[in-house]
């Protein structure tokens, strides 16, 4: 199908602005909103308060290059053999099914299309070419302003913009920090001077509460699943034996690490959601809020000490089960909680979008529009299984 030549019958002028803020790394439990003490997150609570969220919502994928290739094309990353970051075997994304990216059709409904922040997306695929324009390629303070200033602006038709931002996922460098050996982990660490920094500003202990005050009332406990479950699958061995740095954070980090590990998360999900109010506050003085379409998510999670493990990969919940909230402003569901329906954030944003655009699908979309239950109404005809991929295995969950 040449999306090109579809336009929609709407008028523009009654068409939502559409703005699609994607985090990095973010559990499920990483909001106040959700019931976490042990941080502040205003922004992403104030999108709770306005819109629905979703408890029960899962990547495709729980690392992040095959997760957004499914969030921006609508399918799952196994369609072009993808099953890992490197992508070393993939089937080359033509330009024919780029052309089926998401941009493309907001496009053809008569959107003006714009992207910023982190892409990693399949080898030799950028955002320009699933129909963005690109705003810029920092992830941060930088691109939060950036937006800002682009909202601001005039603008002749509606817009979809994607804020893809690029923590807590700094978290990561942590446990590489400490037990790098490998060439390719001190590579890691030259190349990452900016995340470091981030991480080591995350983990300062504030200096007006003592020592015994941080450790009894503000750094997060150890979680109740800390310990490995009794009956672990053998891949997680395996999975942990691929990369020395996961290995050795298993086996030798102890309560004080573990712990200093969630804080540290918390305050680099308290930055990323600083970035976010940035955003949502320049959409509130530009005058948009009431015609724009708010969706957040996150392309994966982190296990955040989980079974004694950290960064993502495998099929434990906090590494798949990630933030969704839908905020239509047009809509009375504000504040609604949904524990209901399962959720694949990478093949239903999709079509959540093109809904609220009026926009043309391609063919092989098989996701679902968010859109009536973000309105309220009742859903018969729902998915009873969502279902995910990783390197080594399958997910079905019910």
């Known amino acids: 199908?040449?999306?090109?030549?579809?336009?929609?019958?709407?008028?523009?002028?009654?068409?939502?602005?559409?703005?699609?803020?994607?985090?990095?790394?973010?559990?499920?439990?990483?909001?106040?909103?959700?019931?976490?003490?042990?941080?502040k997150t205003p922004a992403?609570?104030?999108?709770?308060?306005?819109?629905v969220r979703f408890t029960r919502a899962y990547c495709t994928n729980p690392?992040?290059?095959?997760?957004?290739?499914?969030?921006?094309?609508?399918?799952?990353?196994?369609?072009?053999?993808?099953?890992?970051?490197?992508?070393?075997?993939?089937?080359?994304?033509?330009?024919?099914?780029?052309?089926?990216?998401?941009?493309h059709c907001l496009r053809a409904a008569g959107y003006e299309t714009v992207y910023?922040?982190?892409?990693?997306?399949?080898?030799?695929?950028?955002?320009?070419?699933?129909?963005?324009?690109?705003?810029?390629?920092?992830?941060?303070?930088?691109?939060?302003?950036?937006?800002?200033?682009w909202l601001k602006e005039k603008h002749e038709q509606p817009f979809a913009m994607v804020a893809s931002l690029i923590n807590p996922h700094d978290i990561c460098y942590m446990a590489i920090k400490a037990f790098a050996t490998s060439e390719f982990d001190n590579k890691l660490l030259e190349r990452g001077a900016t995340e470091v920094n981030t991480l080591e500003e995350a983990l300062k202990i504030p200096s007006d509460i003592s020592?015994?005050?941080?450790?009894?009332?503000?750094?997060?406990?150890?979680?109740?699943?800390?310990?490995?479950q009794k009956d672990e699958p053998e891949l997680i061995q395996f999975m942990l034996d691929q990369r020395a740095f996961k290995r050795r954070a298993h086996d030798e980090w102890g309560e004080k690490e573990w712990r200093m590990h969630r804080w540290a998360y918390a305050r680099l999900t308290?930055?990323?959601?600083?970035?976010?109010?940035?955003?949502?506050?320049?959409?509130?003085a530009a005058g948009l809020s009431d015609n724009t379409v708010i969706i957040f998510s996150s392309d994966h999670g982190d296990h955040d000490s989980s079974?004694?493990?950290?960064?993502?990969?495998?099929?434990?919940?906090?590494?798949?089960?990630?933030?969704?909230?839908?905020?239509?402003?047009?809509s009375n569901a504000h504040g609604t909680v949904d524990e209901k329906h399962l959720v694949s954030n990478g093949m239903d944003i999709f079509p959540t979008i093109c809904d609220y655009a009026g926009a043309e699908m391609p063919d092989h979309i098989s996701g679902l529009s968010l859109r009536p239950i973000a309105a309220g109404e009742t859903c018969k005809d729902w998915r009873d299984v969502v279902y995910a991929e990783n390197e080594i295995s399958y997910m079905a969950c019910t």
Not at 121 to 147: H, K, M, N, S, W
Not at 309 to 322: R, S
Request: a negative charge.
């Open 1 to 39: 199908m040449d999306m090109t030549s579809k336009q929609t019958s709407e008028s523009n002028s009654t068409k939502p602005n559409i703005l699609f803020i994607c985090t990095d790394q973010q559990h499920l439990r990483m909001m106040s909103c959700s019931g976490n003490s042990y941080l």
């Open 44 to 51: 992403m609570d104030r999108l709770a308060a306005s819109g």
């Open 63 to 103: 690392v992040f290059v095959p997760s957004r290739f499914s969030l921006f094309t609508g399918r799952m990353p196994s369609a072009i053999g993808m099953r890992s970051n490197s992508g070393n075997d993939t089937i080359p994304y033509t330009e024919k099914y780029q052309k089926q990216g998401l941009g």
């Open 116 to 149: 910023g922040g982190k892409e990693h997306f399949p080898q030799g695929v950028r955002a320009t070419d699933l129909g963005f324009e690109y705003l810029c390629q920092d992830e941060r303070d930088d691109l939060a302003a950036i937006c800002a200033d």
């Open 211 to 228: 020592e015994e005050e941080f450790w009894e009332k503000h750094c997060p406990p150890l979680p109740p699943n800390y310990d490995p």
């Open 270 to 284: 308290e930055k990323v959601d600083q970035q976010m109010q940035v955003i949502l506050d320049a959409l509130d």
């Open 307 to 330: 079974h004694r493990l950290e960064h993502k990969t495998v099929f434990y919940n906090e590494a798949d089960n990630v933030p969704m909230i839908v905020c239509d402003p047009r």
